[in-house]
C-alpha cells in the first residue's frame, strides 16, 4: 500500500478572485510560486465585472505596488482620475479643512480608479500568467489545515466536487470571510449602523480635481472627482434612511444632493445605478495560523471614509509574498507558522493605528449631540491651522514606499 502523502495542487490555494487574492496571485506568479485562485462567481462575471459603485482611492504607494504587479499600465488612461486635493466641511462651516500635495514632490494626493476596472485588469493578467489557474464557478465549501498540508472542498457550478492541496491556504473572501471562521479565527467588528449609497453623477461645473466630505447632521456627503465631467457621489444615512433613499425617484434624490452640495458642483445628472453598501468594519484577531493567511477585506475591512481598503491589501500582499518568496529560496516550507508571522507582525503594524483612527472618526463626525458638534468644528478649525498633522496626512498618501526586496 502507497502511504506517500497526496501530491500538492500547487504552492498556495487562494480563496476568491476579488481585487486581493488576485493582487496574491500575481506578486507569487511574478517570483515563480504557483497558486490555484477559486472564486463562486462564473468566468463572465469576474472577467467583465459590471460597475460597483466603488470609485477606489489610491494611495502613491498602492500605485507603485499595482505599477509593480503589472496592473497600473493595464487601466486605461481614461479610467484613472486625479485626485489633486481634498478639503473637508463641517456642517454649514464655510471653512474646510484642506489636504492639498504642496511640500511632498508629488502634483496629486492620488488617484482615483473604478472598482471593476481594477478587478477586469487583475483578472486579465491573471488569466494569462503561467503558475496562476484560475477556478471560477467554484466555492470553496470546507477547509482543512494539517499538519503537512492545507486542503479545502471545492463545489463547482456544474456540480462537481473536488479536494486540493497546497503547502499553505490563503483566505481572501471578504470581510465576512467564511473561511476566517472555519480556521477557528474570530474578528472584531463594528456595525456602524448606517449604509453608503454609491453612485456616479455628471455635473455643469468642474469638479477640478478635489474630493470634498462633509459631515451634516445624520448624514455625510462625499464627492470623489473623477474624469469627463463627473464624479462618484457617496451618501452615507442611518442604514434604514439608505434603504428608503435607494428607492427615491432618480430626480428627488439627484434633487437632494444638489441641495447638499450648495450648488457647488451646479446642475447634475445620475449616472448608471445607486448601489448600497451596509457599514461593517471588520479586524481579524490573528491574520495567520499553521498553513493558512488571510488577506484583503478578509483580514481588516476598513470603514471607506479614509479610503485604505484595498490599499491595505496591497500593502498586505506585498508583506506576505515576501515571507513567502524569502521561505522558498532558503527551502523552508511555505505554511508554518514561523514563516507567516512576520506578515501579520508587519501587517498589525501598519493598519491597526489606522483601523481604530478612522472609526474613532467615524464615531466623532456621525454623533449629532451637542458637544460632539462642538468637538468637531473644532477639530477642523485646529486641524487645519496645524501645518505638521495636515503634512503628516498628506504624506502617508504621497509616501511611494519602498520596494521589498525579496
Ligand atoms: C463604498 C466603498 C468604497 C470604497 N472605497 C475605497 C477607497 O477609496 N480606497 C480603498 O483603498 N478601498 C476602498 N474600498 C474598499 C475596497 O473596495 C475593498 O478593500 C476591496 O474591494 C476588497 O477586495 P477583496 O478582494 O479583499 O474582497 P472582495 O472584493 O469582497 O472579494 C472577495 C471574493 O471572494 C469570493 N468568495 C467569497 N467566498 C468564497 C468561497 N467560499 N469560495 C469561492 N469564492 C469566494 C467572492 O465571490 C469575491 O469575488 C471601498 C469599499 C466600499 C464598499
Known amino acids: 500500500m502507497d502511504n506517500s502523502p497526496a501530491p500538492h495542487d500547487a504552492d498556495v490555494l487562494v480563496i476568491g478572485a476579488g481585487p486581493s487574492g488576485l493582487a496574491l496571485a500575481l506578486a507569487l506568479a511574478d517570483a515563480g510560486l504557483r ?130 492541496r497546497a503547502p499553505l491556504l490563503v483566505a481572501a473572501d471578504s470581510r465576512f470571510s467564511a473561511a476566517r471562521r472555519q480556521a477557528g479565527i474570530g474578528a472584531a467588528m463594528r456595525d456602524f449602523g448606517r449604509s453608503v449609497i454609491v453612485c456616479r453623477m455628471a455635473h455643469e461645473r468642474s469638479n477640478e480635481g478635489v474630493a470634498q466630505e462633509c459631515f451634516h447632521e445624520g448624514h455625510t456627503l462625499a464627492v470623489l472627482p473623477m474624469n469627463g465631467g463627473c464624479s462618484s457621489i457617496v451618501v452615507t444615512v442611518p442604514a434604514d434612511r439608505a434603504a428608503a433613499m435607494m428607492a427615491w425617484p432618480e430626480a428627488e434624490f439627484v434633487a437632494w444632493v444638489q441641495a447638499r452640495l450648495g450648488g457647488r458642483l451646479g446642475a447634475m445628472t445620475l449616472q448608471g445605478t445607486r448601489h448600497l453598501y451596509p457599514l461593517v468594519a471588520v479586524y481579524a484577531q490573528r491574520f495567520v495560523a499553521p498553513r493558512f493567511a488571510l488577506v484583503g477585506d478578509a483580514a481588516v475591512g476598513m470603514h471607506p471614509v479614509t479610503a485604505h481598503g484595498y490599499n491595505f491589501a496591497l500593502y498586505g500582499v506585498e508583506a ?10 532558503a527551502g523552508r516550507d511555505l505554511g508554518r507558522l514561523e514563516t507567516l508571522l512576520p506578515y501579520e507582525t508587519r501587517h498589525r503594524r501598519e493598519t491597526l493605528p489606522i483601523y481604530l483612527g478612522t472609526n474613532a472618526v467615524v464615531g466623532l463626525f456621525t454623533d449629532d449631540r451637542a458637544p460632539a458638534k462642538l468637538l468637531r468644528s473644532a477639530v477642523i478649525r485646529v486641524a487645519d491651522r496645524l501645518n505638521p498633522l495636515k503634512s503628516a496626512i498628506t504624506r502617508r498618501l504621497t509616501d511611494r514606499g519602498r520596494a521589498l526586496s525579496a
Open 320 to 329: 506576505l509574498a515576501q515571507q513567502l518568496v524569502q521561505a522558498r529560496r
Open 35 to 164: 497558486s490555484v485562485v477559486f472564486d463562486g462567481q462564473d468566468e463572465a462575471a469576474l472577467a467583465d465585472p459590471a460597475p460597483d459603485g466603488r470609485d477606489i482611492a489610491l494611495t502613491h504607494r498602492g500605485q507603485a505596488i499595482l505599477r509593480r504587479l503589472g496592473l497600473w499600465d493595464a487601466f486605461p488612461p481614461g479610467e484613472v482620475a486625479p485626485l489633486v486635493r481634498a478639503a473637508v466641511y463641517n456642517a454649514a462651516d464655510p471653512a474646510p479643512l484642506r489636504f492639498d500635495p504642496a511640500g511632498s514632490g508629488e502634483s496629486e494626493l492620488g488617484h482615483l480608479v473604478a472598482n471593476h476596472v481594477i478587478r477586469r485588469a487583475s483578472w486579465a493578467a491573471a488569466r494569462w500568467h503561467e503558475g496562476i489557474a484560475l477556478q471560477p464557478a467554484t466555492r470553496v465549501t470546507a477547509l482543512q489545515l494539517e499538519t503537512d498540508a492545507a486542503s479545502v472542498h471545492t463545489r463547482s457550478a456544474d456540480g462537481g466536487e473536488r479536494c486540493w
